[in-house]
Structures are given as structure tokens and as C-alpha cells.
């Protein structure tokens, strides 16, 4: 019976592991130990800890640990004191397993915690390339991990490359595409009204657009010159009566900023057709993208849940550098008319066929499986060194 | 005039680095920044503090942030404590630059703060492989690093094969092997009495072993047998008449049981000729391993500056696994029979030829001098992604 | 020489030590450290750092310490967070005396790290009565405190009878009433233009309130209905022309409650008349209240600037229970029709006579020159000890 | 049923405690909520934590919180990090009282994290008079309290004059004389046996006496001047077949120096009949000073245990300065001759007759019957405002 720990930190954080947690619970072989912190437990960014126990779960015990500021300093500093709390919680609970999600700082504070405490940590989203700090996290998880978890065939092989050693490495595609493939994904008629926010109401029954563009914190301090292209781009939009769904951006250094340059749009324009949404539950977004004409801004969601939906996707900027992505991303700069173009473009497409480039939907059934039975190495060792011709 | 911070937070740390500040604060176009830390400020560890004001050097901070305890739980605590403390310091001095050495526990620290905080990390010792999770978070380290300067030929062929970009990666050789290099190592003839410690006084008039063993983190609770192993086979040259210079451990999980062991030894055994010291300056330390008959142990010194020197070495257990290494070691296991056996080996050995594997003694220079002029990417980026055949 | 440390927290902290910060500053015999930290540093409590540099003093440092979610949790650990930072800084520092304001959390963590690091704490505001958990975390500053610069007679005579030594207890005024008491409170025409915010333009030309209600801590919970009584009252007034200006709270356990209730109102109402500032620099703060009509709410300033200033001032509920008041104030509970009630008589009555209760506008100067010479015992002694007959 | 979480951080704490943890466990209107931190979890003072387990509690959590380093900033740092760490606690235990004991940092920690949370403290020890750090802290502590349980009656009166209201002071005696009231003092023949250290091997069978000093936080520099004369003076006694049972101090500032005091004094003395011991059992502690002829240092021991056993005491400087004392305590200065004068008086007048003091043997019984029953005031209050004539 092995103790699964997962650390859930945030929103998106929830959806792209949630499936895991639910086969976890499940499995005769796997206890669950859930701990919620970060920015999952602070209300401007949606208390998902209410959503997640809503759906069913307990947790073992929340940790704040995020400081206010929203610099590259502060967040250097969360990273910090999570891992003290984290070291905790680890003490206590005693896990087999530690599972970290993705590439952010609290993902990397579980993946110091864990593993400076003897405790294998498991992985997912591994290999993966993208720009902003996320990049190099990434990849520091990766050499702090004892189980890789990959989503895609690409991300896989740079697993190998790196130096991860093949038994350690699976391909099991993303825990996030699960809940996209085993859903219903029609809009009920009062989606809108479930969410409160500020801005215009919108009708499920009119077209929309979404945009989630988060802060790229290795460009810190170009955040509100970022997010005032893709404001006056979209308003071109809204004007024309296209409704838009904007997003509240992840707590990251330059949240401020993005957060700023919405305030600013909305005391000075007439947002008419916009509607400004700080939360959704992980099923509801993946209704909300599969049912948007396009996709706006910089989430990997886009390339992740949008490949599988075939949503029409406008990334821009550089925080999804490197990335896999399927036929329905279109790329561009920070450039009003470069978005706004992109846009038409993709509202005169329409929606792409499906791309399971990142999971077939079975990904967290998958990896408790394997959780529950594989076989984990405490000591890491570079794999170049049983290769003898390099 | 670049600001280059080093944060020195040991013993080894500093003995590794000293020469790249010294060349940094001599460099026309370089300012050294120095913060010193964790047991590099603690008494039962030797301040290292005093030696580093005595030779010349004044830190801009001086910052404490190892918790008590030394299990594997303080371990991860340390680490997020130093993240939150040196991430306060980087935001009131605002490095250009931040340099961080090897594998432990405040390196890493050292890494993540200033990562996240868009500040350039350089790291020295990255690509080399070891055992215990120092290996993991020596490769974590290199993932959040941008400028790398490799010890050895090997090393830098496995950051490249790791993904870092090859305008990035510089071959050096280790600072550590420049004090070596330069130095007059006759012993004078009152060395043994200007450092403090238990047990019987030493001569430089005769022959003597040098012992440091180190705990294991990933073996966590085995220290005490190990170090058994080794009092053990010690004893019995030391009975014999030779005289053994016995070095305290680093702080890390499981050095209590380190010196435990040392303890119950000393009080249930007759330890005639032998002598314990918490700490040496690090010429005086080179001083000792290059006339040393033999040094035994898993400290890194004995690959490294041991290589230089030509000092017969015995390397016990996993903690050096997979370091590259000159003719001058041999490795066995924890097994009182087996050391024993390889001590008289080397004993009849004697000094072996020097070897420059780990560098030439110009490493502190060549490091000041890229400091000084080389390029800086803030935003990383795999180096897989640009690879056409893969 | 003493280097007299001051450590400045936020908003409200500054205008009540910036004259002391002056005086220690132009004080021959005194050096200056200035400390800025907590929600001085946040740009949505206005960054008061800007103030501060803008004003002519350079800080020593900055240190971020407040951890995001205001609940009772998080306060207790910015406290926590804040004695950790605040030790190294003065580690490094070496101050001879530590400057403390009033009786918030960031105060009570100056004044333990201060005070076990053998450091005299020097503490103005002591021996004030107010409700909240300020009043517990008042007097447990208090007696960590070696000096105290009593702001009242009856503040004195309170600390006498808590034990506090007599020749270690002053009685000065508060700093806050230098700052009233030596300015020009006219205000420039363009007064209101100067301060961001949202809502309605207000003009100097017309009459206006002032708001400003913090959370109290220790009613956490409560806080949206109590401001929601307030917003009614106040409503009431602004719809009859009346101008508002609201400014935000401190950032407390239950602050976002307060910011809650103010976002709901402003997107349910009409807010015409009313504007929600962040921050107002210490001299336009004073000059703001000077000239309104009514303050209202439950800050301290009522109490303490009002009285001198004789601004009609209607307290609401338990935040300022048992602080001494002079005749320009008048006690409500949480009740729109009892505050309504309040704010009618208050302008109907129109300012008060100026009183010295708090202070006279010296002294901040005077205790610069009582730090500069008094002696200062670092082992306290409840005084009871030595009263023969009690 | 109220949840009543209790923090245990040393020896000395558990022994001060214990019999209330028992009468809280036991009772049918309470639970109890173990938590243990500090010094009790490290190895090198005894891990307290072993014993209690022992003893049949379990915690809810352990807490690893103290920093490395003994000095005053480490003091001060892990004052605040035992803040950051309980509250999270305090956060998933949801306690309904915290009890807290004494006067060191951790206590303090406790009652500043429990206060800001809005969790009422109960304090044990409040009112009583010492030197060093503690005595600020003491009363600090009491001003964060909500419920106190004075182990004297002066003590009372004194936190009465202090301005805390009569309805939350109650008079109940120290829980330590509980344990001390109701043991068989005989000492079993193998006592001595039972616990390790570094020595002579003591006897039951001859006469001994205890030592115990601890560093004076206030005093930080100057504990090996201090702990060098006590040394002497004991030995004058050991060299004449006294025996000695020797006990480790606190970890606190200053720690270091009496260690290292210990240290030098055995590696150039001969420590015949002398033994130093880590750490012992509650119950064994209070046999080993019935037994011994006199009790020697600085414990508060001596006047509290050592009052109900009529144990002779020899005080040596300021660390209990102020604190009542019963007719067998003779107070001596940092000074051999005078210590050794003391001793001799005391080993010459033998035993005193028992005092009631500090307690009658009921104390962890009454107050658990009054934390199940008694009135919690949330809402501080000093006194004094209602106090008609001042």
C-alpha cells in the first residue's frame, strides 16, 4: 500500500492532476495524501481549495506560502518558505510518493523538499519546452525526480537525453486531456451566470472569445506593454459584438502588472461584450475553450486541452517557446495588428480536427497503475555513463 | 563593472572558490559582492568566517540558515530558509552576476533565488557525477544556470549532452586545483599544533593518513556502520604506530551519526596516535592531503586535488560514484577487510604522478576573466530544440 | 555615535515616525539605519517606499515580509517571516537602539528579533488602550521594550503600573502630531488630482468626508457586514452631494472583506460623489482630514491627528474601545442609522477646539536627543520588586 | 468538548507539563493535541521526544525549528520560524486552546501565533520574576494570554497589577511539583546505569550533587568566564570523592560557551567522580535532586522542585533574580570561592523542610478542570480602564 502525496498549488495545477488524484483514490493498492497551498488557497485567485473539496476530497492539511508582491523576489521567496512547510507536511505524512505537476515554483519546492528527504518524486509534464523561467525549472525537476511521467513522444525522448535513465521514463500523455476526453463538453444555457466577475453578462447562446495571458516572469516588467497589445487587438473584437471571456492571470512575478493593465483598460474603454472571470472549475474551463471561436494568449492550455479540442489558438509572445504544438496554434508577437490578424484568421478557420499529441485520455489511470507497482530508484544516476559510445 | 556576488556557505565551498575571488576583486571591470553562510558561520564547523576575514576578504552579509537537527527534514528546511534569506540579500545588492559552487544544499539555494530572480547564475563543478543527492542537485543546478564552468573535459561534454547551449559552457578546470598548484606544501614544522581538535598531538616528523568521511544523505541511516567500517580498519595502522589526522564531517543528514560513531569510539577504544579536527584553512588542508601517506574516506578531495598532488587515495562507498578519476584512487566498499587491504596497497604504493584532470591551476583567472566580458542569455533555452538530427 | 535603527512598515507607520527619522537624521551625535519593509513595499497599499526615497531617506534595506491571503494565519506568519529577515539585517547592521512604532504585527516581530538579540527596543505609542488584537500585541511590545515614549499622561501613568522602570519611561507626545502641528494644512487647488484611485473626481472647492475603516482582527469574519453598515451611511450623504473620499485598509487578517464589500458596492451602486483612494503621503494625509467635514470610521488618526486638528471625528465600533479621546469624537457601533445619526450631528456641531492630548509637535525631536543621551538598561526588572509597600 | 493543544519544545517544558497533558487526556470534556518542536526533537539534548512517546502520548505533529548556531540572531530566528510553522499547525489543528509554558522563545512563538489567530492562550509560569531574556518574554507573554494559571500567589498579584482582569487569573500551583508530589523518590540502585553520557560512572550508594547552568541570554559573551568558576569550585568537592552528576544546558544563546567550557575543563582537568548527563526522565530528574545533597547552578529547578523537596540549592547569578525562593536557597555571584563557601554551608545544614510555594500537587487536575468549564475572553482588555480610582 504505497502513500501517493499530491501538492496541489493552484488552478490549473488542479485540472492537469486531478484525474490522477481520482484513479489514486480508487486504486486498492494506493492511499491518497492531499496537501493544498499557494495560490489554490487565496480567494483573488479563486479559493480552488473550495472546488476541489466540493468534487470529493480531503486534504491532509493546506500550507500558505505565498508572499505578497508579486516581484521575481517574492517569488523567489515563496519557493523558499514552501519548501520549509512542504518538509513539514512531508515529516508528518510519511509518503511513498511525492507527484509535482509542471514547472512552478511550488512544483520545484515539492520536487527540493521531497527528494532532499528520501522521498522518490514523480513527475509530470517533464520534457516539455517552453520560454520564461518555467523552462529552466522544468528541467531542474527533471534531475530532481525519480519517476518522469511524460505527456508527448517528443518530451519523452528529451527526457532520455537529459540523461534520465529509460526505466524511470514513461510515456503516458497528459492527467489534463483525460478530463477533456471523458467529457460532455455542451455549455449549459446558465454557464455564465455560475461565475461571478466583473464586466458585461454573457449569453451562451452568442459567440465568444477567451483570453488568458499570464505574466512572463524572465521578461519582468514588460508585462503592462504585453497586455495592453492583446487588450486593444480583442476590443477590436468586442467592439464589432464578439463577446470575450477574459481570464485572471496566475499569482507570478508580473501578475501585478497584467492585473494593472486590465484595471487601466477597463476605467478608460468601454468594455462593452467583455467579461473579467478569476476561476473555473477544471471541467468548466474545458467547456468554456471547447466551445470558444478562439483561444487568446499565452496559456499552454491552448497547446495542451485546445490540441485535443481542435480550438482555433492565438499564442502569443514567448512564454510557449519551443513548445509541441498540433495544427491549431497559430503563433505572434506582442503586436495589436499581429493579434488582431491571427484572430480573423482563426475565426475564419474554425475549429481544427483532434490531435492526441498529448494524451488519449487515460493518462491518470496510467500512471497510478504504474505508481502502484513499479519499481523506483532513490539513487539518481546520469545515464551517460553506461553508455559507452557516445 | 559587473557585480559579481559569490555566496560561500563552507568549508570545501571555500577552498573551491577562493581564487576566482580573489581574481574577481583584483579584475578592473569586476566588483565582488561576498556573502557568507549557513556552517560556514557555525563553530562546531570551524568558522570558516574568521579565516575568510583573515585572508583579506569583508562580506557584504553574513546570513544564518541551517536548522538543527541534521536529518534529512532540516536538511530540505535549510535549504528553502537560505532560499527566502539570500533572495533578500540579491534584492539589496542586485548582482549582475551570482556565483555558486558544486552540489549542496545552499548551492542549490543559491541557484533558485537567484534564478527566479532574473539574476545570472554561474556555476562551477556542474556535469560531474557522483553518488548520494548531491547528483541530482548538481544537475538541478545546472538546469538553472547560465553560465557554466566545467572542471573537467567530461563534465562539459555532458552539459552539452544535458541540453545546455555550448556558447554557455566554458572548460576551466576547478578553482580548487589553483590553491594546489600554487602553493609550497612543506609542511612547517608546528602545523599540527595551530589547529585545535581531540586526541593525541601529531608530529610532522612522521608519516600519517588523512581520514574524512562524509555521511551519505540517500543512505541515511547507515552512518553509523559506515563510519564503524572505517574506525575499524583506521585503528589498526594507528595501533601500528601511524598517525591519522581525522576530519569532522560536513553538516548534512546524517552527520550526527557520523559523529556518533567518532564519539563511541573514542570512549570505548584506545586511540593512540590519532587525532580529530574540525577544520583546516584551505592551503593548510591542501598541506595535509599532499603529504598524507594516504587519505581515505569519500571526500571529493581525494579525486580532485588528490589528482594534482598524485595522493594515494581510498574511496569508500557510493558518495564519489561514477566521478572521474586519476590513477591515484581506488575504491572499495564499506568493509573494514577491504579498506584495510587498500590502505597497505597505497601505503606501498606511494605518491602517484600528478595529473591535471581537474584542472591547471589557472581556473580562479579564466573564470574572472569570462565573468568579465562573456555574453549573458537570461532566458534558457534546450539546446535539443535547434538540433536537426536527432 | 549610536546608529539608531528605525524600521518602517507601512503607511500609517511612516507619518507617525517621519519626524523622528529627521530628527535622528540631522542629530550630531545619531546615525540613521532605516529599515523598510510589509506592506510599504506593496504596490497596492501605494508603495510607501516611493514616499520615503522621495522625501530624502535612503533605506538600508528593503525586506519583503507579508504573506499573501490576510487571515489570521497568514498575519501570524508575515510576523514570523518578519522576525527571521529582520535578525539578519540587524546582524549585519549592529544597531545600538531599535525604533518600534505603535502595535502591529511587523512591530511586535521588531521588537523580538531586537530584544533577544540584545539590541534596546525603543517603543512609541506604548500604554495607549484600543480594541483588536492590537491591545494584546501593544503591551506584550511593551514589555520587550527597554525606552518608551509615552504619547499621553495617561499612556505614561499605564506603563508605570504594568511595571515598566520610571526613569525608562518618557513622556514626548507622538511624533504623528509634529507633523500636524508644523504645517501649512491649506489645500492646493489640485490636491485631489494628485492621488490615483477610482471613482468619481472629488474638488477642493466642496465639502467632503473621509472614510477609512480597517478590520479588526480579532472580529475576523465580521468584517463585510460592519463595512457594509458604513458604506450605507456614508451613501446616504454622497447621494445628497456630499463629497467621499475612501481610502483602503491596512493590510490585516479581514482586509479583504473590506475590499470586498467596497468592489460589491461600487458594482451594485450608483457611486457618484465618492472616490477610493489607496495612499496619501503623511502631509496631504493631514491636510485631507484637516479639511473634511467628518472622519469617519475607526482609524486611530481621528483620535490622535484629529484631536489636535479638531477634525469631528464618529468612531465606529470596538477597534479604538478604551483609547482616551478628546471632545471632537463620537462613539457608534456597526449601524448605518447610528453612523448617519453621528455624521449629521458632526456637521451640524463643525470643527472642535485644537487639543495637546496626543502631543504638542515636538516630539520627534525630543526623543532624538533623549536617544542620543539617555542610558539604557538591557536587563529588565518588573519594577514591582522594588515597591515596598503595595 | 474542547480541543486543547499543548506545545512541548524541551526537558524542561515536559516535565513542567506533563501532569496536565495526562489530566487533559483523561478528562471527558477535553482532547488533547500533542505538539512537539524545538530542542525535545533534537539528539543532542536528549530527544525529549523519545521519552514521551514512552510515556504513551502520540503527537499530532513534530516541528523541526531551531537554528544552528546559538547565538542571539539564531535565537531570535528561530523564535520566528517556530511562529511560521506553528501557526500552520494551529491552521489544520484547529485548536480551541493553546496551552503554552514558562517564558522561553518557543513559548513565546506559541502564544504569538495562537494569539494572531484568534486562538485563546493559556499560560503557565505567568507573573514570576527572573533575570535574562526570559524575564521580558515572560511578561510579553502574558500580555498575549488569555487564561493564566499562576504557579504562586505573588505571582498572582503580579499579573493582576499587571492590568489583567481577575476573571482569567487563577491561582493553581505549577504542574511540575505535581509529578514531584505524587513519586516514590527512592532511586532505583541501577538509577545511574539507566543513562549514558561522558564520565565516572556515579553510584547510588555514595552521596552526589547536581549541576545544571545555563547560559544568561543577557549576559551572551561571558557564560565560559561563568560556567569556568562554577568548575572550579564544584571540583574542589569532586577531588574529595564528592560525586557529581553534571546536566547539559538549554539550547539557547550562549549554549556554545558552557559546552565549551565542559569541554576544556575535562581535556585538561581530571574529572574523577564526575559525570555529564544530556538529559532525564521527568520523574528521574525530581529523583536525582531528592537524592542529591545539594542542587547547584542556576535552574529554576532548585526554587521550584527544590522548594517542595527541601532539596539545599546553591543559586549563582542573576538567571533567577527577583524569583521567590523558599528557605532552601542560598544565592551566590559568578565567583568559585563563594560558590564553594555556599556549597559547603548547604552540604553542612542537610535538608529543608518542604514548602508549598510553588504548588501543592494538584495543579495539571485544576487546571483541566478549568479549562473544561472556565469563561474565554477573546477581546483583550487592560484592567486598569475600569478601575475607578487610580
Known sequence: MRKICVVVHSRANYGRIKTLMQAVDKHPDLELQLLVGSSALIHRFGSVIDIIRKEGFSEAAVVYSILEGETPTTMAKSTGLAIIELATQFENLKPDVVVTVADRFETLATAVAASYMNIPVAHTQGGEVTGSIDESVRHAITKLSHLHFAATLRAKEYLLKMGENAEDVYLTGCPAIDVVANLDVTLPPDFFEKYKGVGDQLSTEKDYLVVLQHPVTTEYGSGLAQINETLKAVKEFADKGMQVAWLWPN????????????????????????????????????????????????????????????????????????????????????????????????LSHGRYPSSTLVGDGTAGQQIADLLATCEIRLQKELSYIHQTDE
Chains 1, 2, 3, 4 share one sequence.
Do not use: W
Not at 476561476?279 to 499552454?300: H, Q, T, W
Not at 480550438?311 to 504544438?325: H, L, Y
Open 251 to 346: 499569482v507570478d512575478a508580473g501578475s501585478d502588472d497584467i492585473a494593472k493593465g486590465i484595471r487601466q483598460f477597463r476605467e478608460h474603454n468601454d468594455a462593452t461584450n467583455m467579461h473579467f472571470y478569476i476561476n473555473f472549475e477544471p471541467e468548466d474551463y474545458v467547456r468554456l475553450i471547447a466551445n470558444s471561436k478562439c483561444l487568446i494568449g499565452n496559456s499552454s492550455s491552448g497547446l495542451r486541452e485546445g490540441a485535443y479540442l481542435g480550438t482555433p489558438t492565438v499564442n502569443i509572445g514567448n512564454r510557449q517557446a519551443g513548445r509541441e504544438r498540433a495544427a491549431n496554434v497559430i503563433d505572434v508577437d506582442y503586436d495589436a495588428a499581429k493579434i488582431s490578424e491571427a484572430i480573423y484568421y482563426q
